[in-house]
T-cell receptor, first 114, second 113 residues
Framework: AQSVTQPDIHITVSEGASLELRCNYS??????LFWYVQSPGQGLQLLLK??????LVQGIKGFEAEFKRSQSSFNLRKPSVHWSDAAEYFC????????????FGGGTRVLVKP | DTEVTQTPKHLVMGMTNKKSLKCEQH?????MYWYKQKAKKPPELMFV???????INESVPSRFSPECPNSSLLNLHLHALQPEDSALYLC????????????FGEGSRLTVL
């Protein structure tokens, strides 16, 4: 079965500073990997996804993520955060054998200081 | 603007009530999902419908009863719920192919008194 770990529960970053959110997954084959963002009281919005090919993927809102098979990681980065990036971020893994069943990590809450 | 619409946005019900949550999508997706999300927790999968047939039931109590009347609609019927069932219920849809991106609605926040 697949699983996802997001080691950081909270991260506080200053506006304009860079941001990196960690995600480690467990799955025997090549997984489908996703990053979603959730603002308070809202649904989840997809930031980016990795299926295959180029291991550095670009997403919306200036986010990117890098798939590293050797480290079983899919970390999310943004060079310069904006106050509007304050939200909960979820990494998720899917597997072909599991259909479209996504397993989510525990989430990382990002706080942005002015 | 979300392309998955959920109603109602908020629902308060007693433990003896019967209510339903509704979800609609017009993206032509043939897979639809119900997730439950407690405060400060990730979404947990409840049910998956693929081509209007229930394909995954994550051992959800029978007081939750899903229904997929057609390819655009997904309902979650609620009966005899418990206070611990209070949560945000998220609907999502996707292409049924493996790895299809899930599109989420904004959720229905349920409070059980």
């Amino acid at each position: 079965a697949q699983s996802v770990t997001q080691p950081d529960i909270h991260i506080t970053v200053s506006e304009g500073a860079s941001l990196e959110l960690r995600c480690n997954y467990s799955y025997g084959a090549t997984p489908y990997l996703f990053w979603y963002v959730q603002s308070p009281g809202q649904g989840l919005q997809l930031l980016l996804k990795y299926f295959s090919g180029d291991t550095l993927v670009q997403g919306i809102k200036g986010f990117e993520a890098e798939f590293k098979r050797s480290q079983s990681s899919f970390n999310l980065r943004k060079p310069s955060v904006h106050w509007s990036d304050a939200a909960e971020y979820f990494c998720a893994v899917g597997a072909k054998a599991a259909g479209n069943k996504l397993t989510f990590g525990g989430g990382t809450r990002v706080l942005v200081k002015p | 603007d979300t392309e998955v619409t959920q109603t109602p946005k908020h629902l308060v019900m007693g433990m003896t009530n019967k209510k339903s949550l509704k979800c609609e999508q017009h993206m032509g997706h043939r897979a639809m999902y119900w997730y439950k999300q407690k405060a400060k927790k990730p979404p947990e999968l409840m049910f998956v419908y693929s081509y209007e047939k229930l394909s995954i039931n994550e051992s959800v109590p029978s007081r939750f009863s899903p229904e997929c009347p057609n390819s655009s609609l997904l309902n979650l019927h609620l009966h005899a719920l418990q206070p611990e069932d209070s949560a945000l219920y998220l609907c999502a849809s996707s292409s049924p192919i493996p790895g299809g991106e899930l599109f989420f609605g904004e959720g229905s926040r349920l409070t059980v008194l």
